[in-house]
C-alpha cells in the first residue's frame, strides 16, 4: 500500500529539510518531495497542515499512565482534607482502593493526612501514590496485607506508630501488592490507553521503562504480549540488575529506570550535602562494588545499561562505577564502550565536572524537562527541598548539550502529562536562561534524541527515504507558533498506520 500524505509542509529534520509531500511504502517514508506527487493507492490531504516526524518520549510508564488517566481530580487536590474526601469517595468498600498522582507541594499546606484519618474511610486496603512513585500512602490494612510493616522506608511516629508514609523497600513492596490486585486484562486495558493517549499526542515511539520491583514481572509479560498490536512503537527497558533473564527476552538494554536513589519529593535523592529542611541526605540503594560489577556484566553481555539517578550524591556513584569499568577497558574496548550510549535517567542535580565526566565516558542523559517546569521555579519543589543555590544550577540540559553528549527527552509519564509539547516549551523557559534551548533544538531533543537513546537514529527522528513512516501533522505549524502549549495533531502515523486523527 503506497499511500501520500499532502500538506502545506513536511518538516523532515534531515535531506531534504522540506517537503510538500511524503510517499509512505507500507511502513517506511519512500520519498519527501515537492510538486506533483508520484502515483499511490492512497491519497491523503491535508491542506494547511506541518508535519514532523513523529515525537520519541524516552521514558514512559505504560501501566502507571494508564492508572493516572482515571485520577485527573487528584491533580487538583489542594489539602490532605480533600485528598481523604476523595479518596472516600472513590473507596471500594471493603476491596483494594487505589489512586495515584497526588503532590502535596501544590498544596496550600503540605501537611500529609493522618493514618487515622486514612483508616477512617473505609475496613478495605487504601493506598495513595504520590505523583513521583517513590512515596505512597497507606492505611492500616494496606500495610497488613503487603506485609511490609517490617520493611525499611515504612515511616513513624515519635511512640513508633506507623504514620501511613511508606518510601524506599515499603513503597516498592506495596506498589508490587498493589499491581497483583489487577487482572491481565485490567493491566493490558490500562497500558493501552496510555499508548492510545501518546498517539493521540504526536508520540509515535516510546521508551517503556518497566518496573518489575514495583509492578511484578507479570505486567512486562502482559506488555510484550500485546507490545505490536499498541498504536505507537515501543522499546522496552526492564528495571532489573537480572542479565539472563533480559538476554532470554532477546531485550537489547537493561535497568533503565533501576533507581540508584529516589527523589527529591520524598526527600530519597542521595545528596552531598543535607536537605534544607534538615531531613537526611537521601540514600543510595546499592554499593559501590554491587553497581559497577552490574555495569560491567551488562556491558560485557553487549547490552546498554542503564539506571536512574537524581540527587548529586547518585550521580557521583554512577559516574564512579562507570568510570572503573572504563578504565579496565584497552581501546577498542574503550571505543565500543562509547558507542553503546549506556544512559543516565534524570541527571537533575549533575554538576560541571558530572557532565564533563559523562561526556568523557560517551553517556547518554534522559532528561524530563517538564521536571522544571513544574518544581524548578521560583519557590517550588526544589528549592524548598536542596535550597536556592543547588536548585539554581539543577536541569543543565544546554550544557549537557554543548558538551557533545547524547541528549534525549521524555515525560517519566506518569510523574508528568505523556505531552511532548509541555516538555518542548520546558526546555524553552527553563528557570535558568542560560541553559534553555531554542524550539529546534527542543523538537530534535524529543525526536531525533529519543531515537538515539535506542540506537534507533537509522529508522526514526527524521523523515528520509527508508525510515520508518512515524509523523504527525498539526494545524499550527510548531516550528513557528509563538507557544507550543496545548497544540495537538490532526492525525499520527506509526509505522505506516494512521493511529490517530482529530
Not at 500495610?143 to 513513624?156: I, N, Q, T
Request: hydrophobic share 45%; aromatic share 6%.
Amino acid at each position: 500500500m503506497r499511500t501520500i500524505y499532502r500538506a502545506r509542509i513536511v518538516r523532515t529534520l534531515g535531506y531534504p529539510a522540506t517537503g510538500e509531500w511524503i510517499l509512505v511504502d507500507d511502513r517506511h517514508v519512500q520519498r519527501v518531495g515537492v510538486g506533483e506527487p508520484p502515483p499511490a493507492d492512497r491519497t491523503v490531504a491535508l491542506p494547511g497542515a506541518t508535519i514532523l516526524p513523529g515525537f520519541v518520549d524516552a521514558h514512559v510508564h505504560l501501566t502507571g499512565t494508564g492508572m493516572t488517566l482515571g485520577n485527573e481530580e487528584l491533580e487538583r487536590v489542594r489539602s490532605a482534607g480533600e485528598l481523604v474526601a476523595l479518596a472516600e469517595r472513590r473507596s471500594a468498600k471493603g476491596a483494594v482502593t487505589l489512586l495515584a498522582g497526588f503532590d502535596e507541594t501544590r498544596w496550600d499546606d503540605p501537611a500529609l493526612p493522618t493514618i487515622e484519618a486514612l483508616d477512617e474511610i473505609g475496613p478495605g486496603p487504601l493506598l495513595i501514590r504520590r505523583v513521583d512513585g517513590h512515596t505512597a500512602l497507606a492505611n492500616t490494612a494496606a500495610l497488613r496485607a503487603a506485609d511490609v510493616l517490617g520493611l525499611a522506608g515504612v515511616e513513624r511516629d515519635v511512640a513508633g506508630e506507623p504514620t501511613g508514609r511508606v518510601t524506599q523497600e515499603a513503597n516498592a513492596r506495596l506498589s508490587r501488592w498493589a499491581a497483583l490486585t489487577l487482572s491481565d486484562q485490567e493491566v493490558q486495558q490500562l497500558q493501552l490507553a496510555a499508548a492510545a493517549l501518546a498517539a493521540a499526542r504526536g508520540v509515535t515511539t516510546i521508551h517503556e521503562m518497566s518496573m518489575p520491583y514495583e509492578l511484578g514481572l507479570r505486567d512486562l509479560e502482559v506488555f510484550l504480549g500485546h507490545r505490536d498490536q499498541l498504536p505507537v512503537d515501543s522499546t522496552p527497558v526492564v528495571a532489573t540488575m537480572d542479565i539472563p533473564q533480559v538476554m532470554d527476552l532477546r531485550l537489547a538494554a537493561i535497568g533503565g529506570d533501576l533507581p540508584v536513589d529516589g527523589s527529591i519529593g520524598a526527600r530519597t535523592a542521595a545528596l552531598l550535602a543535607p536537605y534544607a529542611d534538615g531531613d537526611g541526605e537521601g540514600a543510595c540503594y546499592y554499593e559501590d562494588d554491587e553497581l559497577a560489577q552490574f555495569f560491567h556484566a551488562g556491558h560485557a553481555a553487549g547490552l546498554q545499561v542503564g539506571v536512574h539517578a537524581i540527587g548529586d550524591r547518585a550521580i557521583e556513584q554512577v559516574l564512579s562505577a562507570w568510570e572503573r569499568v572504563y578504565s579496565s577497558l584497552g581501546s577498542r574496548g574503550k571505543r565500543h564502550f562509547r558507542a553503546r550510549r549506556h544512559r543516565i535517567e534524570h541527571f537533575e542535580m549533575a554538576s560541571a565536572d558530572h557532565v564533563e565526566r559523562a561526556a568523557m565516558l560517551g553517556l547518554a542523559i534522559s532528561v524530563q524537562p517538564a521536571f522544571d517546569a513544574r518544581w524548578g521555579q521560583a519557590e517550588g519543589l526544589y528549592e524548598i527541598g536542596v535550597d536556592e543555590h543547588r536548585a539554581a544550577a539543577m536541569n543543565p540540559f544546554r550544557t549537557v548539550l554543548q558538551r557533545g553528549l547524547e541528549l534525549g527527552a521524555g515525560s517519566d509519564s506518569p510523574v508528568t502529562p505523556l505531552d511532548p509539547m509541555l516538555g518542548i516549551d520546558a526546555f524553552e523557559h527553563h528557570h535558568d536562561p542560560a541553559q534553555r534551548l531554542s524550539r529546534q533544538e527542543a523538537i530534535r531533543a524529543w525526536t531525533n534524541g529519543g531515537a538515539r537513546l535506542a540506537h534507533l537514529e537509522d529508522k526514526k527522528g527524521a523523515l528520509e527515504p527508508g525510515m520508518h513512516a512515524d509523523f504527525a501533522a498539526y494545524d499550527t505549524d510548531p516550528m513557528e507558533t509563538d507557544s507550543v502549549l496545548g497544540l495537538r495533531p490532526i492525525l499520527t502515523v506509526s509505522l505506516g498506520r494512521d493511529v490517530f486523527a482529530a
